[in-house]
């Protein structure tokens, strides 16, 4: 939030730091906890997400933020290298500023489409997908193992 980019800041969300966070930063727009509409509304008004974590794991409000057109931006971290995988959706810096500004020249609709990749439709096939070939060499190590039974 100390970065100086242009614009107004939102900060979705709340925690034990909230008041320290509001008293350090009075120019932030700090709209506290969100779900549902709400939250999508505020999520597809922005230019950019801004994702300054550096420890976080999967990141699903990257998604989120993807599939409402927004761009990221965030660090090269566990998280969203793992959900960035193009540089038409999102941009991964460990200079944040730049990051930011690299992602406001991205297309929204390269964001949503990459999001649709995520649907519970394709995480469904893609865990089928490793099922079927794990099942297969089971199957051939029990034949395998049955086989070698009767030779003896």
Known sequence: MSLDIPGTKM???DGPQLKELKAKFPETVFV???SGEPLAQHVAAADVFVFPSLTDTFGIVLLDALASGIPVAAFPVTGPVDVIASDKVGKLDQDLKK????ALQLDPQDCRNYALN???KNCTEQFFNQLVPAFEEIKQAESHVVSENFVK
């Open 32 to 34: 506290g906890f969100l």
């Open 99 to 102: 990051a930011i500004t690299d």
């Open 118 to 120: 995520y649907s519970w």
């Open 11 to 13: 900060v979705v969300g």
